[in-house]
């Protein structure tokens, strides 16, 4: 008898909202495969660098936004869905959102275009649940302060913000669940209120793992 299918679970924001620190403990908990986008497999690595490294050739929006499908269509057949069909959870620092947000509302192209985009690269496999870290756009740049800043992270304070606004209008739209966490709080207190939605999607049985 095979294993029930597992979970995906996508933790997203803007860059220092705390997401990576959020899906490390998430992952921990539920002994979930814990990955990231872009960047998470091989070709993904190169893609990343491509799309992200300062010191690359200058990249337009919709090469930007192609890069980042291609990234998630190799990881999702490389990673995610593989994990997924034996029974785990999975654990996505960033996924299909970040793409509309970034691209979308951030460089703004069209979003039914990209909703497309986002729906081909990905096979059509979406988040079980979504997690969107909220936090102001001057409060995640003080936490990002002193690292060295890729492509996206350099972009002006505008852009930021209107990242930030399409995250919470995707959230807000969205037929799909999401979680929206404010994330001024403790890294305790944030992960305590994703924990209790992880454990309202898993239902009666629970979710794998549990509160460490």
Avoid: N
């Amino acid at each position: 008898m095979s294993a029930p299918r597992g979970r995906l679970i996508a933790l997203e924001g803007i860059d220092g909202c705390g997401k990576s620190t959020q899906a490390r403990i998430l992952a921990g908990r539920l002994g979930a495969v814990s990955t990231f986008e872009p960047g998470a497999t091989p070709l993904g690595a190169a893609l990343r660098a491509l799309a992200l490294d300062p010191g690359e050739v200058p990249v337009s929006a919709r090469a930007e936004a192609l890069l980042m499908a291609a990234d998630r269509a190799q990881h999702v057949v490389q990673v995610i869905a593989p994990a997924l069909d034996a029974g785990r959870w999975v654990v996505t620092d960033r996924y299909a959102a970040s793409t509309l947000a970034y691209q979308g509302y951030g460089r703004g192209l069209d979003r039914d275009e990209l909703d497309s985009l986002v729906d081909w690269a990905a096979a059509g496999l979406r988040p079980d649940l979504s997690v969107l870290l909220d936090l102001p756009v001057a409060a995640a740049a003080a936490r990002r302060h002193g690292g060295t800043a890729d492509r996206m992270e350099s972009e002006a304070d505008e852009f930021h913000l209107r990242v930030a606004d399409g995250f919470r209008e995707l959230a807000a739209d969205s037929a799909v669940p999401w979680l929206v966490v404010d994330a001024t709080g403790s890294v305790d207190s944030v992960a305590s209120t994703i924990w209790g939605a992880v454990e309202a999607l898993a239902g009666p049985d629970g979710p794998p793992g549990g509160p460490r």
